[in-house]
Structures are given as C-alpha cells and as structure tokens.
Nanobody, 121 residues
Framework: QVQLVESGGGLVQSGGSLRLSCVTSGFRLDWYAIGWFRQAPGKEREGVICISSTDEVTYNLNSAKERFSVSRDNARNTVYLQMNKLKPEDTAVYYC??????????????WGRGTQVTVSS
C-alpha cells in the first residue's frame, strides 16, 4: 500500500524557515521522482518543486528558486522541503506526490494529505 505522509507545517513569522518532510512507504523511493505542491485558500493547486530519482531538481514556482530547496534520504524513505525567507503569500497546504517514473516530467500518481503552512506578517 503506497502512502505519503507530510509533516513539519505550522505557524511561522514572515522571514522564518520551515522544513517539511514527506515520509513514503509501499514503494521504492529511490526509483521515483517526488514533487511538492501547494494550495492556498481559494486558489488552484500549484507545483512548487520536484526532485528526480537522480537528485535533479526542477523548480515549478519562480518565487521558490531563491528560497526553497528539496532533498531526499532514500534510506529513510523521506523527501524534505526546506523553505527559507517565508512570506505571507507562501501560506497554503503543502502536499507531496510521487511520480510514475524517475523524472519530474512524468505524471503524478499518489498524494499525501498535506500539511498546513501559515506565515504571519
């Protein structure tokens, strides 16, 4: 049974940092790309960043390029999203999702339930 479980969200002041975790189970993490997405209230879900099975990083959000990073620990079946210099507009529910292949260009299949990130001004 494939599962992805996000954690690490919370309330942080503007300019602060958070590290989100995505713990996976039920599949070989080292074979697949993992993406991070977010959805703010009243807005559509958007892609943030992705890491391939070979650690190639793809940014899907321009505003994340200078502030966010992604990494994976296959031995712990975990992918991390490090977010620095957070802004109120980063407030959203953050989700991780597996891809059907090793590349971030492949489609997503399994999703976690998300973790709330709230940035106060």
């Amino acid at each position: 049974q494939v599962q992805l479980v996000e954690s690490g969200g919370g309330l942080v002041q503007s300019g602060g940092s958070l590290r989100l975790s995505c713990v996976t189970s039920g599949f070989r993490l080292d074979w697949y790309a993992i993406g991070w997405f977010r959805q703010a209230p009243g807005k559509e879900r958007e892609g943030v960043i992705c890491i391939s099975s070979t650690d190639e990083v793809t940014y899907n959000l321009n505003s994340a390029k200078e502030r966010f990073s992604v990494s994976r620990d296959n031995a712990r079946n975990t992918v991390y999203l490090q977010m620095n210099k957070l802004k109120p507009e980063d407030t959203a529910v953050y989700y991780c999702a597996s891809h059907v292949g090793s590349s971030c260009l492949s489609n997503n299949d399994y999703w976690g339930r998300g973790t709330q990130v709230t940035v106060s001004s």
